[in-house]
C-alpha cells in the first residue's frame, strides 16, 4: 500500500476522507487474503476498484482545487501559461480531470511503471464508467466478474 505525506493533499478533510477510505482498503485486501479460493476471492475486486478509483478522483479533485484556488504558492509544479489555460474552464468532474491532464500533458511521478500514463488514465476513465451493474454505455465487459478482475486492481494500485 503507498503512504501519502500529509502535505500532499490541500483539503485537510479530504486527505482524511481519503486515509478513511484506505483503512477501508486494508480491511478489504485482509479479508480477501483470508478467502480460501479464487471465486471468493474475485467478488472482492470490484468494490477494491471502486476504492481505488474514488481515491484517484479525491487525489485529482485535489489537484484541480489547489490550480484554482492556491494561486500564490504554485504548489502544483506546473508552468503558469498552462495553469492560466486551465483556470478559463470549470474542471470538477473525472472525466474533465482527465481531459486536462491529457491536453496540457501533465505527468505525475509514477516510478516510471506505466508505459503510458495518459493511454491508462483512458482505460481508468471506462473503468470508472464500468461501475453501473446495467453497463448502458457498454464499457469493457459485459460481465462484472471479467470486467474487475485482479489486473485492474494491481493497474490502480500503481498509479
Known sequence: MKVIKPRFIGNFKLGDNIAYNFKILQILYNAQAQLNNDNDRCLLNKPITIILMSIIEAILHDYFFRINNHSIENSINIPETFLKKIRT?????????IEAIIKYDIKFDTDNQL???HAGLKELQKLRNRV???????????????????KEECWLKNI
Open 115 to 117: 508505459k503510458n500514463f
Open 89 to 97: 474552464k470549470k474542471y470538477d468532474k473525472f472525466d474533465h480531470y
Open 132 to 150: 453501473h451493474i446495467q453497463n448502458t454505455k457498454k464499457q469493457l465487459e459485459e460481465d462484472d466478474r471479467k470486467a474487475f478482475t485482479k
